[in-house]
């Protein structure tokens, strides 16, 4: 049984350790200790993320597998976008699958249900940021129908990397 749940404040905590893991399984592979946590340090802050919860343009949503937490999502709209990529677009910040639950299809389900916020918000397209060597999400976005448009520099603590910027029309 798979459940997606609109995460508030009163979620702060499980949000913060659930994002560090997350974050952790995915990365710490191919970056230093020190960058990673200076990143962690700087990204999943109580305060950081109590601002975004309470962000009216920015939605969190927890999944569950068999009521087990699974992973989050984290969308933005209007001023909330990192960038400005297109003026009606919903951007995708964070799709976050626990390792324990990767393979299951929980992404997928987590992208479709951005997909069903933007179409109800008028949005016209969706887009995020991949990291170049995360291959696998890279593979993902593609076989979902997006396409690269751009790049930016993103930092992990004192290293530059590059993220790729993915764009999907909705029709």
Do not use: C
């Amino acid at each position: 049984m798979i459940k997606i749940k609109k995460i508030t404040l009163n979620d702060l905590a499980v949000l913060k350790a659930l994002s560090i893991k997350t974050f952790t399984d995915t990365f710490a592979k191919d970056n230093t200790p020190d960058d990673l946590k200076d990143y962690l340090d700087q990204a999943y802050t109580e305060e950081k993320l109590t601002s975004e919860l309470q962000n009216e343009q920015s939605e969190f949503y927890f999944i569950y597998s068999n009521e087990q937490l699974a992973g989050y999502l984290k969308i933005n709209v209007n001023d909330a976008q990192t960038e400005t990529i297109e003026k009606d677009a919903l951007e995708i910040e964070r799709i976050y699958i626990d390792s324990n639950f990767k393979r299951l299809g929980l992404g997928k389900m987590l992208y479709t249900k951005a997909i069903e916020r933007a179409k109800e918000l008028n949005k016209t397209a969706i887009w995020l940021g991949v990291w170049e060597r995360n291959f696998s999400a890279m593979k993902f976005y593609h076989k979902m129908g997006f396409t690269q448009v751009g790049q930016h520099a993103f930092y992990m603590g004192e290293d530059e990397q590059i993220d790729l910027i993915m764009k999907k029309h909705l029709k």
